[in-house]
């Protein structure tokens, strides 16, 4: 076994937290300049402009490029072969993002009861924790703070088997389209397809914690991120919902086994400012 | 692109009808900051008959959460949150006098009545852009609801907040004829 101790989980989520708020992805970064270069109206590129400004201005002095720092959601791929010491996985991950938005100017959005109470926890915890077993000796841990404006956007429909690919086409893109300029566009869409309700909607938030230019390994399904993309993109929305060409920036289509009986499709929606940050331990 | 209009609060009902959807304006003066939870103790506090922490008349208000500031910073990243939540509680302020709103996204129909009924007129401001207009805030204090933390309302003085007038006094919407003129079928 391999010893991996609390702390040290603590200090590295606490630095990923930090990181993510501040320092945008280079891949997204890609995606923003050349859809920048892309758009035609007048307003989109203006707020493209600003949207560019600010993330650099945001990595310059390591300031939240969003007012909207997220409810932390942790992706965890633990290995058999691990054993956490001093406290368990989840209490040092709680830990460092407690550290994170307490020691840096991010914003605390996390309230305790969700309906009567809605106090806030003051520290931005609980983290949404997943975590999954995997073989050998590695922790890997990612990090992805998720704001409200593009999460109630989200949308979770229980397809017929004989809706079909049409189905889902329109499920998605009359979602995305939808939600117009609230969420922020142009968003990074997040499309899960099968398992059961609560899978597929875990499969489209995981779908936005994938690299920028990582598709779908069956050639069928990168069809149809790219089709669900150019149709999203045919919408007029833009950026800001102000009109334009450039809705979304990536459709990522995430899938598993089904029941004979189903057809879930889950959408959960990202804003431009696409944070996620990972480490392997 | 358009001119860059300058703008200061407070407005009266002149300065509204003078500003057109798709018009870039730049913000000067005192505005307001409240969010969800703020906008549902303001009406609490219009129900029960007592007056409003915050300069209504001629107001503006910012849809915003602010994060906290940085050692040196007069106020965290600040950009506009949605706007539709708000939607609920917008009529009754400005019925009572409140002449702006900045904010991302749509607003309903009962708000661009209200909108239109009184003179009042909604600003989108860049979602995203928060550590940019920060930058544009040049003073920030709590002045009602501190137990809500970044959900209080806070007065800010402001030079230069860049927004696009996105709906204007006599329905104009520019959420509706920017995208139709984007849109390809």
Same mark, same amino acid.
């Given at each position: 076994m391999k010893e991996i101790k609390a702390g040290k989980i603590t200090e590295e989520v606490k630095r990923l937290c930090i990181e993510a708020a501040c320092d945008l992805p280079e891949d997204v970064e890609t995606l923003l300049r050349q859809a920048e270069t892309k758009e035609e109206s007048e307003f989109g590129c203006y707020s493209l402009e600003k949207v560019i400004e600010n993330f650099e201005l945001a990595r310059r002095d390591m300031v939240p490029m969003c007012q909207d720092t997220g409810i932390v959601v942790v992706y965890v791929e633990l290995g058999t072969e691990v054993d956490v010491v001093d406290l368990s996985l989840n209490d040092a991950i709680n830990e460092g993002v407690r550290q994170a938005y307490v020691s840096h *100017?991010? #914003?605390?959005s996390v309230v305790t009861d969700p309906l009567f109470d809605r106090k806030n926890t003051g520290d931005n915890t609980p983290a949404i924790i997943y975590t999954e077993l995997v073989p050998g000796d590695q922790l890997k841990i990612q990090i992805l703070p998720k704001g409200a404006g593009s999460e109630n956007m989200g949308a979770l429909k229980m397809l017929? *088997?004989?809706?079909?690919v049409e189905g889902v086409k329109d499920f998605v893109i009359n979602t995305v389209v939808g939600a117009g300029g609230n969420p922020c566009p142009p968003v990074i869409v997040g499309v899960g397809i099968g398992g059961t309700m609560d899978k597929a909607t875990m499969l489209a938030k995981k779908a936005l914690a994938r690299d920028v230019g990582e598709h779908h390994p069956d050639a069928r399904y990168q069809e149809l991120e790219k089709e669900i993309l150019t149709e999203i993109n045919k919408s007029g929305v833009g950026p800001q919902g102000l009109?334009? #060409?450039?809705?979304?920036l990536e459709v990522r289509i995430e899938t598993f086994p089904t029941h004979i009986a189903t057809l879930p499709v889950a959408v959960n929606l990202n804003c431009h400012a696409a944070r996620h940050k990972e480490v392997i331990l | 692109m358009s001119e860059i209009k300058k703008i200061k609060v407070p407005l009266t009902t002149e300065d509204v009808k003078d500003l057109k959807a798709g018009e870039r304006v730049s913000i000067s003066g005192v505005i307001y900051t409240a969010r969800d939870a703020a906008h549902a103790k303001l009406l609490k506090a219009l129900a029960a008959g007592e007056s409003l922490?915050? =300069?209504?008349?001629?107001g503006v208000i910012y849809y915003v959460g602010p994060c906290p500031a940085k050692?040196?910073?007069?106020?965290?990243s600040c950009g506009p949150t949605t706007s539709y939540r708000m939607d609920p509680f917008a009529p009754t302020l400005i019925t009572r006098g409140l002449k702006g709103m900045i904010g991302k996204g749509p607003r309903d129909q009962k708000v661009i009545k209200a909108m239109k009924d009184h003179s009042a007129v909604y600003f989108a401001a860049i979602g995203g852009a928060a550590a940019v207009i920060a930058a544009s805030i040049k003073k920030a204090e709590v002045v009602?609801?501190? =137990?809500?933390?970044?959900e209080a309302v806070r007065r800010l003085e402001v030079e230069d907040f860049p927004c696009i007038v996105a709906i204007d006094s006599e329905g104009n919407n520019l959420y509706e004829s920017g995208v139709k003129e984007y849109k390809r079928v």
């Open positions: *100017p991010l #914003r605390k017929k *088997p004989a809706d079909g009109g334009g #060409r450039i809705t979304a | 922490p915050l =300069e209504i008349e001629g050692e040196g910073q007069v106020i965290g009602a609801y501190p =137990e809500l933390g970044t």
